[in-house]
Structures are given as C-alpha cells and as structure tokens.
C-alpha cells in the first residue's frame, strides 16, 4: 500500500486547512487510518484513527473539537480536517494505514504503511 500526503501548508493561527492522504490499496477500507504528526524534536504523536467504513473516529485530546478525521471508501483517501489552527499545531502530519481487527490504534508501531508526510505551519 502507497499512501501519498498533501495539503499541508503555511496558515495563520485561527485558520484551516484540509489534509488528504490518496492510498493505492485495491481494498481500502480494508485498513483502518490514522493521523500523526511530528514536530522538530518530539515524538510522533497520535491525532486521529477512524474505522474501515468510517463509522467510528477518535481524536486526541490537544486536537478535540478543531481537527476531524474522515475517509471516503470510494477515492481511497482519508481526510483531516484542522480548523482553529494554533502555532503549537506547526508538525510534518504523516497518515498511516493499519490492517488487523482493532480500528482505534494510536502508538505508531501498531500502523503498516506510512505516507511520506506534509508539513504544516501556523504563525501567530
């Protein structure tokens, strides 16, 4: 599976983007799909994981209630919506693809294919 990030971007603080991620899986919602981002100097940090059919999502708590996370089956591509950016959000965001029975997986070991990440900035 190839997963392929883009809409990252310079953005002022209070501000949106919206991040996609294209995969090339002939069965995409075979794989559950998660957020992560990763900021100079830090550990990859968890963001968002939905489910195969994308009845389920969960956030992480520093993003709740600004970002969301969804997928749509048909295009193969799984979306993060950031809105009320902050100058704390400024990371590389990368999506990653998981197989396996558990959809809701936030430590980067439990994902299989990674795309090669986007970086987002915010300015205050």
């Known amino acids: 599976v190839q997963l392929q990030a883009s809409g990252g971007g310079l953005v002022q603080a209070g501000g949106s983007l919206r991040l996609s991620c294209a995969a090339s899986a002939r069965t995409f919602s075979s794989y559950s799909m998660g957020w992560f981002r990763q900021a100079p100097g830090k550990e990859r940090e968890f963001v968002a994981a939905?489910?195969?059919?994308?009845?389920?999502?969960y956030h992480a708590d520093s993003v709740k209630g600004r970002f969301t996370i969804s997928r749509d089956n048909a295009k193969s591509t799984v979306y993060l919506q950031m809105n009320s950016l902050k100058p704390e959000d400024t990371a590389v965001y990368y999506c990653a693809a998981a197989r396996g029975r558990r959809w809701l997986l936030v430590r980067p070991i439990e994902y299989d294919y990674w795309g090669q990440g986007t970086q987002v900035t915010v300015s205050s």
């Open positions: 939905v489910s195969w059919f994308g009845d389920s999502t």
